[in-house]
């Protein structure tokens, strides 16, 4: 499976309504892999000074991950692939 990233642009947004969205990504994304669509939410960065947020998700297409943030209600700019570089 690749990985996704939801870009998102949330002015505004405090600690506790991130806390909530990622809340709300874990429990979509565990929800579609019950229903045989696999896909998991792996970590979030926030970047408070300007409001910008990048969500990562593994799953075998970017639709899956644009699906479950629409689900989820967790607005977003775009749904990309990217390549994690954690060691």
């Not at 899956?64 to 570089?85: K, M, Y």
Request: glycine share 4%; proline share 7%; aromatic share 8%.
């Amino acid at each position: 499976m690749a990985v996704y990233m939801a870009d998102r642009c949330l002015p505004g947004i405090t600690r506790e309504d991130l806390e909530a969205a990622q809340r709300a990504a874990i429990a979509t994304s565990q929800r579609f892999t019950a229903q045989g669509k696999p896909v998991r939410y792996i970590h979030s960065i926030w970047v408070p000074s300007v409001a910008h947020v990048m969500s990562m998700f593994e799953a075998e297409n970017p639709q899956v991950v644009r699906d479950v943030n629409e689900a989820a209600g967790i607005p977003f700019t775009r749904i990309i692939e990217v390549f994690d570089l954690v060691p």
